[in-house]
DNA sequence: TCACCGTGGCGAGCATTTACGACGTCGCGA
DNA sequence: TCGCGACGTCGTAAATGCTCGCCACGGTGA
């Protein structure tokens, strides 16, 4: 690959004034710069990337560290991201981590290798080393979720217990009183490690039933582990062979969901007449599944937005170690109906009455 | 962030002997390495990895262009690439197009300067710019359905034909002969550009079509423009506006199958009885459908592996410039059936005789 | 004639790697 | 015991491609 000083020699010029040209200055007369364009496209020269940033001593690259990118989520989440950070003159690196603790730590390196002027993470793992290592290179970062905020990192917190209280009050509503929560865990997870995301969720979920006590919601939990859809169909295979008894069911993700929604389905239950179903994220599916899956939504739009926002006033020294707050909403659409008594028969538990329905208004 | 300088200084050797040490090669001795390590850990200290390639002159980098990171389907394939690249000791680089021929121009401009060692290039959108920038580099590269190859350039054809052709003969043997292939353009299509890997399917289907002349096999193809799900819908709508005639339906990609299912469950058609549909990708949540959908897969996973060894073998200089076939196959599941009468009257068209149904063996 | 401005060259970094060479130590043979 | 060569260890300096501050040069206007 042809380098600046192949250009300059073609063009009859110095190296700095193919930089200049290179990068636009304007205080090259324009015969000049008309000779050196011309070699520039002739040799096809593209400055080096790599010589550049160490002589400017500056990047302009933005990282971002996510469990997935195959998680439609996510990809969504990285696409506004990125329109954003180019809308502001950066560029961005990307990296996935598998939800492995290990790979976290040496995508930040990377990261940090790649001297960003700044980095978000949005990962449901998250370790103390990689606090320790970014506190010290005090390299300005945003994490989504984790709870620790400092001079250099912010935090955007995402509203679980918001989104979750207006689905359950949603359920409740509709005079649901016996709701299950199907949570699942990425496969390569080692269940020690706290994984974010999954249990802000379901603490959110905990607290948020608490809240509704008067009503005599009673929660139900069930876990499963592997990737989304399968697990969440084996949850709620699971959580009938556990003779857990729910007439609504609330999946921690919308992968998660289609897995439910599929499980119900093969086990002869109508959505929503049987049973209702929430989901978690709308994604852009929901709208066309069968029925289309009321879901709370987290608005990624916003989200990208927020990240870069704040990441930047963090670079820039002003706003930083803030925690935001990213609201979210329920979505409905068709996949939970109000409570019928006849639902009962088609669980094939006991009779046992759940109290009358509320008052829907 | 410290500099290898500071590390040296603070370890009491030279920055050579610090960059041996960094580098992992065993001709430093272990007191001195053990107080370089030291120091190192002390300092936080990462390299800086544009000082490291500049140096090196060489980057260990793979780059990979897609049109759309938050397709799941390019997110799963970039996983794949990802892992088989690390395996072979490469970093992968990451850029999204949005469809936009000049966002891929500017793409790999960038991956050029970033030095890749090799590029991937798997978009549906494709320029003569580019091609003549790549040829010049002489950078090794890879693409996907681009039919081009040269001395450094390869690609991978993905057999379109193989797949079509068996959903079409499958189609067929139930007794379908008038199938509607729903096509749809990312939005911000610029239609006169040919996008690659959709006409290449329309092209694949309708030469299927015509070896199944004999079965009296009818094509229709309905268009639409937009992101795929909507798309599908409308598409499916506009096809029943036209007035199109037809008992099955092969979708170009599944996103596009979700709107046509969704298309058709509104429109009061049961799937499989009345329509039968097929997709194209066999994505995750295919087996999650309700009905769960028939699609052709494309296997990700060898698609990965098979961009990067050829990309590893184009950039050792053996075996460049081959076009490489990925065969597909049908993933049967339940969204499509046998051809009964009955469902001629859900369609309210004209009772006009479709000839007797195949033998279906 | 002088000051000033527009233009473009010069050279010093930027952080790292790597070839090469210096230095010291050790062993072995005379 | 001395000397020489080999080897292990580490430092020196050049090179990588580019940017940017500074300066020189020539032309223009007052």
Redesign the pocket.
């Known amino acids: 690959m042809a380098?600046?000083?192949d250009v300059a020699k073609l063009a009859r010029?110095?190296?700095?004034?193919v930089?200049a040209v290179?990068?636009g200055q304007d205080?090259?007369?324009p015969?000049?710069r008309r000779r050196v364009l011309a070699a520039i496209k002739k040799l096809h020269y593209q400055?080096?990337l790599y010589?550049?940033n160490?002589?400017?001593?500056k990047t302009c690259l933005l990282g971002l560290i996510v469990s997935d990118i195959a998680n439609p989520f996510f990809g969504e989440v990285t696409q506004s991201i990125r329109q954003e950070a180019q809308a502001c003159g950066y560029e961005l690196s990307l990296a996935s981590t598998q939800f492995s603790g290990e790979d976290l730590v040496l995508a930040v390196k990377r990261m940090l290798g790649m001297r960003v002027t700044g980095l978000a993470i949005m990962t449901t793992e998250m370790t103390a080393e990689v606090l320790e290592i970014l506190q010290a290179s005090k390299t300005p970062a945003v994490f989504e979720d984790v709870g620790t905020v400092s001079e250099t990192i912010s935090n955007i917190r995402i509203d679980y217990d918001g989104g979750i209280f207006k689905a359950v009050r949603y359920l409740v509503d509709l005079g649901h009183r016996r709701i299950l929560f199907v949570r699942t865990y990425p496969e390569s997870t080692e269940q020690e490690r706290p994984l974010l995301s999954i249990s802000l969720r379901t603490q959110a979920f905990l607290k948020v039933v608490k809240q509704f006590e008067s009503s005599r919601v009673e929660p139900e939990i069930v876990s499963y582990t592997g990737p989304g859809p399968k697990a969440g169909q084996l949850a709620i295979q699971k959580a009938f062979d556990e003779r857990k008894e729910f007439t609504a069911a609330i999946a921690i993700a919308d992968p998660v969901a289609l897995g439910v929604l599929h499980g119900l389905h093969r086990r002869g239950l109508r959505i929503p007449e049987d049973i209702s179903v929430v989901g978690f994220d709308n994604s852009y599916l929901c709208e066309y599944l069968h029925p289309p899956l009321t879901s709370v939504d987290i608005p990624r739009g916003r989200l990208g937005k927020m990240v870069v926002d704040c990441l930047i006033s963090n670079i820039e020294g002003k706003h930083a170690g803030r925690e935001l707050v990213l609201e979210t909403n329920l979505v409905v659409r068709e996949s939970a109906t109000c409570l019928i008594e006849t639902s009962r028969a088609h669980l094939g538990r006991s009779g046992k009455s759940l109290g009358r329905p509320l008052d829907l208004r």
């Open positions: 380098s600046i000083y010029v110095s190296t700095a004034t930089s290179a990068n205080k090259v007369e015969r000049t400055p080096n010589a550049r160490l002589a400017r001593g």
